[in-house]
């Protein structure tokens, strides 16, 4: 484990309160549906910066934060900047995720004695992408916006990777795999996170329950025959893991397939009633403060992996 410049610090009320380096934010989280933690009520009053949707878009505080930042996540270092839609560059969720192909990167290059070539579609700012790049990679990164294929050349320049093997393609996903379908290019790693919705380079729809098949099925076709592992996340609603699952089944590949839910972690403090020897001699019940990990689901995820 290196540095972790990411922790959650709590969640409640329909709100998140993440600490970003040295700036801690509030967002919303429509999953947090339980209260706050009376003892981390200073944290939440002391946010730099708060973000709703409760009128439009709207920050708060937003000129007490920096044009952008960097924070390190073990080997990956991020630019950090806060945009109209209230993300900032990172979506903390998938940080586990990139340890995981980081790890199956190094098992492939333990048994191949070669690169392995990784796709990185729908991209975003490309933690994936520098986390692959990090365990050895040569990457190619795709994503329909100009911008963002911007950001994450940024990052890859913040980690000493701007040399390193990465292909940067602004592009429609679809219209690109197709392309590489018909130039016979393979990749052996494949991540994909399919918008709910969005847009390709040239304003093309893309929703999620028409255009994923299309993809799931191009997907299939650039794999390599000895490929390693394709990772399927979502963050719409009703895709379950065991949706995933299926969907990474019915591509009709060989392999092993796992899934489960993104998670955001922070230690939360319960109370809880305990009877003790002493207490139920006394017929008193006491209060109790104990620690436990408190999970936020935001998101699934699937893996095939080829054994
Ligand atoms: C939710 S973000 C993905 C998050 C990213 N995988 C991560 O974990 O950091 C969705 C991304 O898909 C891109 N996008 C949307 N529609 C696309 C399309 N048809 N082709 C390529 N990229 C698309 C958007 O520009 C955006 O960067």
């Known amino acids: 484990m290196g540095k972790m410049e990411y922790t959650l610090l709590d969640s409640g009320a329909?709100?998140?309160?993440?600490?970003?380096?040295?700036?801690?934010?509030?967002?919303?989280?429509?999953?947090?549906?339980?209260?706050?933690?009376?003892?981390?009520?200073?944290?939440?009053?002391?946010?730099?910066?708060?973000?709703?949707?409760?009128?439009?878009?709207?920050?708060?505080?937003?000129?007490?934060?920096?044009q952008n930042w960097t924070?390190?996540?073990?080997?990956v270092k991020m630019k950090l900047s806060t945009t109209d839609f209230g993300h900032i560059g990172i979506f903390p969720e998938t940080i586990q995720l990139w340890?995981?192909?980081?790890?199956?990167?190094?098992?492939?290059?333990?048994?191949?004695?070669q690169p392995l070539k990784f796709l990185n579609l729908f991209a975003y700012s490309g933690g994936a992408t520098m986390a692959a790049a990090h365990a050895g990679a040569h990457c190619c990164h795709v994503d329909a916006s100009k911008g963002m294929v911007q950001w994450a050349r940024?990052?890859?320049?913040?980690?000493?990777l701007s040399d390193h093997p990465i292909r940067w393609i602004v592009d429609d996903v679809n219209k690109f795999l197709q392309r590489e379908i018909r130039r016979g290019v393979r990749y052996d790693g494949i991540l994909l996170d399919p918008p709910s919705f969005g847009r390709g380079k040239?304003?093309?729809?893309?929703?999620?329950?028409?255009a994923m098949l299309e993809t799931l099925d191009n997907v299939k076709r650039v794999l390599s025959d000895d490929f390693s592992f394709v990772y399927l996340t979502s963050h719409t609603p009703g895709?379950?893991?065991?949706?995933?699952?299926?969907?990474?089944?019915?591509?009709?590949?060989?392999g092993n397939i796992s899934s489960g839910e993104m998670l955001l972690s922070s230690i939360d403090t319960f109370e809880s009633k305990?009877?003790?020897?002493?207490?139920?001699?006394?017929?008193?019940?006491?209060?109790?403060?104990?620690?436990?990990?408190?999970?936020?689901?935001?998101?699934?995820w699937a893996c095939l992996e080829n054994r």
């Open 14 to 66: 329909g709100e998140k309160l993440e600490r970003f380096g040295d700036y801690t934010l509030i967002r919303p989280c429509f999953q947090a549906i339980w209260s706050k933690s009376k003892d981390k009520m200073n944290l939440w009053d002391n946010a730099d910066a708060s973000f709703n949707r409760k009128k439009g878009l709207n920050w708060q505080g937003r000129d007490h934060l920096p």
């Open 274 to 300: 305990v009877i003790n020897k002493q207490s139920i001699s006394n017929s008193k019940n006491k209060s109790k403060n104990h620690n436990e990990t408190l999970n936020i689901p935001n998101g699934t």
């Open 154 to 160: 940024d990052n890859a320049e913040l980690n000493g």
């Open 202 to 210: 040239s304003g093309e729809l893309y929703k999620i329950e028409h």
């Open 239 to 254: 895709f379950t893991p065991t949706v995933l699952s299926n969907l990474l089944n019915k591509m009709g590949k060989n």
């Open 99 to 113: 340890e995981s192909i980081q790890s199956q990167i190094k098992v492939a290059h333990a048994k191949q004695k």
């Open 71 to 75: 924070i390190q996540i073990n080997s």
